[in-house]
């Protein structure tokens, strides 16, 4: 819609710029015509063809009325007499044609010699003219050149320069206003999306509260006498019922570990930051992975940063072990460096990297792509980046395997 008033206004602009021009041009021809018969009045008694001193004295005597040169030229274009100097390059026009350059006009006509003969006279005691101007140019007709500064031609320039600036100023006013409403729109949508993915949280968190505090108790229970059942199963005898027994613990394990994700993914109390060191946080972050198949660079990383250590020890825990999960057999990547006042940690794995059109999706709750797991590693790894005031995003890197980005705000020291 801006774009369009614009351009609208725009057009205006040109369609003003036109008409003035046009009506400047109808108003500049009619004051040269007024010069012009003005001038064949002045030099009708001088001889034929006028001498300069005639056009000089013509000349001083409508230097007021904007006249700044007159010439008269032959049908070659040749000057046979002029006065003043000229300003427009000279070009054979045709009588009654006008030519605007800069502050300056010039108009021609035509000027008849004297008749010879006697010279009849409408008003006794008043000599016919030995000039006029005509239509057309008969032979032997010299053509009498004007150059003027109708001072119409500045007030129009005035004019036009006061449109096109207050065009401008418009313009710029709708652009201004059409960009901030349109970050104003894609803020709110943001803002509306963020709400609406809150609620889902929300009621996500809620749900996921109460089952995993519901399951912790019965499984610390059904755990400990698994446990209890393997220690007292360890006759030969007993091997496959002692096995049973161990499927039964590691299953007990696995449901303490989703319960204690659950946990951490509702978890939404203040964060509490501390000043700890890159080193000491990715120590703590990778403690119970294949620290053997991580590659750190922390060439360009700061020393210290101002964090919860152990909810973003959390993040970072969760994406190095996606990552290994995603590429068993190839290293992972794990690079910190510091962007201006941020400090950015990325995670490269080198599998099949995310599938297309699911950047967004995959830091949704419960959305996995393999067969087991939860679907709540990432989108409790953006959460606790959120609480930070950070982002995390994923893409595919151009040579292959997945990139997470994980970006701290303001935490450069």
């Not at 003969?117 to 409408?122: C, D, L, V």
């Not at 091997?239 to 007990?252: D, P, Q, S």
């Not at 303490?256 to 993914?265: A, Q």
Request: no cysteine; hydrophobic share 45%.
């Amino acid at each position: 819609m801006a774009a369009l008033s614009v351009v609208s206004l725009g057009v205006t602009v040109i369609a003003s710029k036109r008409a003035l021009a046009d009506a400047s041009d109808v108003v500049i021809r009619g004051e040269g015509d007024l010069l012009l018969a003005a001038l064949v009045s002045d030099l009708a008694e001088e001889t034929h063809p006028a001498s300069a001193a005639a056009l000089s004295r013509a000349l001083d005597a409508h230097t007021a009325e904007g006249l700044r040169y007159v010439a008269i030229v032959d049908r070659e274009g040749n000057p046979v007499a002029e006065a003043g100097r000229a300003e427009i390059a000279a070009v054979m026009q045709k009588p009654g044609e006008a030519r605007v350059e800069g502050r300056r006009a010039r108009v021609t006509g035509l000027l008849t010699p004297p008749r010879r003969g006697p010279r009849p006279s409408s008003v006794p005691g008043v000599p016919p003219p030995h000039f006029s101007l005509r239509a057309e140019r008969p032979p032997g007709v010299a053509l009498l050149v004007v150059e003027l500064e109708p001072p119409v031609i500045e007030t129009l320039r005035r004019d036009l320069t006061r449109i096109a600036v207050v065009a401008a100023v418009a313009g710029g006013v709708l652009l201004a206003f059409a960009f901030a409403w349109s970050r104003s729109a894609r803020r709110l949508a943001m803002l509306e999306e963020r709400a609406a993915r809150e609620q889902r949280l929300v009621a996500l968190g809620s749900m996921s509260s109460v089952m995993a505090h519901e399951l912790r108790n019965p499984l610390a229970s059904l755990k400990g006498h698994a446990q209890l059942l393997v220690e007292d199963l360890e006759d030969a005898a007993e091997k496959k019922k002692r096995a049973k027994a161990e499927r039964v613990v590691a299953e007990a394990e696995r449901l303490e570990l989703l319960t204690t994700t659950l946990l951490d993914f509702v978890r939404d109390g203040p964060i509490e930051r501390a000043r700890v060191t890159l080193r000491e946080l990715l120590d703590r972050s990778l403690d119970d992975v294949a620290k053997e198949r991580v590659k750190l660079d922390l060439d360009a990383s700061p020393r210290t940063v101002e964090v919860d250590a152990g909810r973003l020890a959390r993040a970072i825990h969760n994406l190095v072990d996606n990552a290994l999960q995603a590429s068993p057999d190839e290293s992972v990547e794990v690079k910190v460096a510091t962007e201006g006042a941020d400090v950015v940690l990325t995670v490269r794995d080198r599998g099949p990297g995310l599938p297309a059109g699911s950047e967004a999706e995959i830091f949704e709750p419960f959305v996995t792509t393999r067969v087991r797991g939860t679907g709540l590693g990432l989108a409790v790894a953006r959460r606790i980046a959120e609480q930070h005031d950070g982002t995390l995003t994923g893409e595919t890197h151009p040579e292959g395997g997945a990139l997470f980005t994980l970006r701290l705000r303001g935490q450069a020291s």
